[in-house]
Every structure is written in structure tokens, then in C-alpha cells.
């Protein structure tokens, strides 16, 4: 079974930075894709962005120059550092961990963490 602890999230002002970090703990299973949906109050969980386990990143639009995401394999650890952020980036941020059991893949989300960018 994958546990997900998240952590880094909270009030910035505009303009300012924020670093998520997200680690996968448990045993049985090898970690796959990790990544970062976010959802605002009143819309759908959206996608921010993910990464393989070699490295491969994918960027939802809009997001890739401000956000990069990254990942320590020996820790099973991945983060999101958000610079320039906006007021629109408001909203919990969720980590998200594909695990993969012999041919078997599962995902897993974090508890979620509330990012607020307000002056």
C-alpha cells in the first residue's frame, strides 16, 4: 500500500514562490509516473504537471516556465517549485503517484495541500 504525505503549501503574496513536496512511502510496489493536479474552489481537478521516472516532464498549458516539477527516485520524493505566482493559482494542490504491482498499475492521491496567493 502507497502512503502520500504532502507538505509546502500556504499564503504567499503575488509574485511570490512556493515549493511542494510530496513522498511516497510503503513497500511491494515500484513508483512510476508522480505529478501535481490542483483544484479551485468551483471547478474541476485539473492537471499542473507530471513526471516519468527517468525524468520525462509534461506540462499542463500555461504552467511550464513559472512551475517546474522534479523528483528524487531514491527518495521516491517529487516537487513542484511554483514561482511567479498569481491569484489564480489558488487552490489544493494534489499529489498524484502511479505504483505498479507485477503488471498491475494504481493511483494514488495525496490528502491535498491549500496554496493561497493573496496580497
Known amino acids: 500500500q502507497v502512503q502520500l504525505v504532502e507538505s509546502g503549501g500556504g499564503l504567499v503574496q503575488p509574485g511570490g514562490s512556493l515549493r511542494l513536496s510530496c513522498t511516497a512511502s510503503?513497500?511491494?510496489?515500484?513508483?512510476?509516473?508522480m505529478g501535481w493536479y490542483r483544484q479551485a474552489p468551483g471547478k474541476q481537478r485539473e492537471l499542473v504537471a507530471t513526471?516519468?521516472?527517468?525524468?520525462?516532464?509534461n506540462y499542463a498549458d500555461s504552467k511550464e516556465g513559472r512551475f517546474t516539477i522534479s523528483r528524487d527516485n531514491a527518495k521516491n520524493t517529487v516537487y513542484l517549485q511554483m514561482n511567479s505566482l498569481k491569484p489564480e493559482d489558488t487552490a489544493v494542490y494534489y499529489c498524484?503517484?502511479?505504483?505498479?504491482?507485477?503488471?498491475?498499475?494504481?493511483?494514488?492521491w495525496g490528502q491535498g495541500t491549500q496554496v493561497t496567493v493573496s496580497s
Open positions: 498524484y503517484v502511479r505504483s505498479r504491482v507485477l503488471t498491475f498499475n494504481y493511483d494514488h
Open positions: 513526471i516519468t521516472t527517468p525524468g520525462i516532464t
Open positions: 510503503g513497500s511491494g510496489f515500484e513508483i512510476s509516473t
